[in-house]
C-alpha cells in the first residue's frame, strides 16, 4: 500500500513564524502535491512538483513556497505566517501520467492553526 | 476551464436505502473523473474514477458512479447505505495539464 506521511497532524504557530509542513511518501512516486481545505471551498492546490527539484505554482500559491531535494520528500514553506492561513493542509502523491491517469494517494492532513 | 460542481452541501440518507451523491462538470476534451472519500480527520481516500470504457464503474467499499456524457455527469452511487458510509464525499476531474480539481464536498449521513 502507498504511505503518505505528514510531519504533523495539529501544529499551532504565532503570526509572523516560519512554519515548515513535511511529507514523505514510500512508493517513489513522481508527482507531489500540496493543497489546503477549508469548508465550503473543498481542496486548493497550493503547489506542486513532477520531479526532484522541480516545482510549479498552484491555484493559491501567494504566502507558500515549496521545496523538493530528495524524490519521496516534498516540503510546504508558511514564509511568514498569518491567521488567513489556518486551514487544514493535505499533502498527495501520484504516479507520473503516461496514457493514463493516476489516482493521488494522500496523508492524513496537518491542520495548521495560526494566531 | 474544467470545473465540477458537488450541487449539495449535504444528503442525508437512512442505513440500507440506496444513495446518490451528485457531480457534474465541464472539461473541454475527454473527461477523466474521480471521487474521493474523507472519514473525519483523516486524508482523502480515493474510491473510483472514470477514464474511458464502461459508462458504470465500480470502486471499493460497494461504491459505483455512473458517467453520463450527456448530462456532464459522474454521480455516486450505493445500493445500501452503511452507518460507516458518513463521510465527506469529494468529486474531482482532471484538467489539461494533469491536475485534478475538486469539487466543493458534499456531507453524506446516514442514519441507522
Known amino acids: 500500500d502507498v504511505k503518505v506521511t505528514q510531519s504533523s497532524r495539529y501544529l499551532v504557530k504565532r503570526t509572523g513564524e516560519k512554519v515548515f509542513l513535511e511529507c514523505v511518501q514510500d512508493m517513489d512516486h513522481e508527482n507531489m502535491f500540496w493543497y489546503r481545505q477549508d469548508p465550503g471551498l473543498g481542496l486548493r492546490l497550493i503547489y506542486f512538483s513532477y520531479d526532484v527539484k522541480m516545482k510549479e505554482k498552484g491555484d493559491i500559491p501567494e504566502g507558500y513556497s515549496v521545496s523538493r531535494e530528495k524524490k519521496e520528500r516534498f516540503s510546504l514553506i508558511l514564509e511568514s505566517a498569518s491567521t488567513n492561513q489556518t486551514s487544514m493542509y493535505l499533502c498527495?502523491?501520484?504516479?507520473?501520467?503516461?496514457?493514463?491517469?493516476?489516482?493521488?494517494?494522500f496523508g492524513p492532513g496537518t491542520r495548521l492553526t495560526v494566531l | 476551464a474544467q470545473s465540477v460542481a458537488q450541487p449539495e452541501d449535504q444528503v442525508n440518507v437512512a442505513e440500507g436505502n440506496p444513495l446518490t451523491v451528485k457531480c457534474t462538470y465541464s472539461v473541454s476534451g475527454n473527461p477523466y473523473l474521480f471521487w474521493y472519500v474523507q472519514y473525519p480527520n483523516r486524508g482523502l481516500q480515493f474510491l473510483l474514477k472514470?477514464?474511458?470504457?464502461?459508462?458504470l464503474v465500480k470502486g471499493s467499499y460497494g461504491f459505483e458512479a455512473e458517467f453520463n456524457k450527456s448530462q456532464t455527469s459522474f454521480h455516486l452511487k450505493k445500493p445500501s447505505a452503511l452507518v460507516s458510509d458518513s463521510a465527506l464525499y469529494f468529486c474531482?476531474?482532471?484538467?489539461?495539464?494533469?491536475?485534478?480539481?475538486f469539487g466543493t464536498g458534499t456531507r453524506l449521513q446516514v442514519f441507522p
Open positions: 472514470y477514464i474511458t470504457g464502461d459508462n
Open positions: 474531482a476531474v482532471r484538467d489539461i495539464t494533469d491536475k485534478l480539481i
Open positions: 498527495a502523491s501520484s504516479l507520473l501520467a503516461s496514457g493514463n491517469y493516476n489516482e493521488q494517494f
